[in-house]
């Protein structure tokens, strides 16, 4: 069994920062390529950056330059540090991870959620 728990989120007021973490861990070989998303309230959850085992990133045109995901791979463990945060942002955010409990068999996790709340 492999486990995601996320932390960090909360109530900021617009412009605020907030950090991000989520920290797998159980019977895990290695992960691959790992996410975070959102989904906001009578929304479709949507993709917020993902990063791959190598390091490469990708975000929403949303958050690109305030937004920056990371990883560290010895602690299996993704971060999303979030500035410049505004209203439209509010949202739970959910981390989401490929990972190898064997060389050969890959699955798909999910944590939990972390609710992030900004004010106007």
């Known amino acids: 069994q492999v486990q995601l728990v996320e932390a960090g989120g909360g109530l900021v007021q617009a412009g605020g920062s907030l950090r991000l973490s989520c920290a797998a861990s159980g019977s895990i070989f290695s992960i691959n390529g790992m996410e975070w998303d959102r989904q906001a309230p009578g929304k479709q959850r949507e993709l917020v950056a993902g990063i791959t085992s190598t390091g490469s990133t990708k975000y929403a045109d949303s958050v690109k330059g305030r937004f920056t995901i990371s990883r560290d791979n010895a602690k299996n463990t993704m971060y999303l540090q979030m500035n410049s945060l505004e209203p439209d942002d509010t949202a739970v955010y959910y981390c989401?991870?490929?990972?190898?409990?064997?060389?050969?068999?890959?699955?798909?996790?999910w944590g939990q959620g972390t609710q992030v709340a900004v004010s106007s």
């Open positions: 989401h991870a490929a990972v190898l409990v064997t060389e050969r068999h890959e699955y798909s996790y």
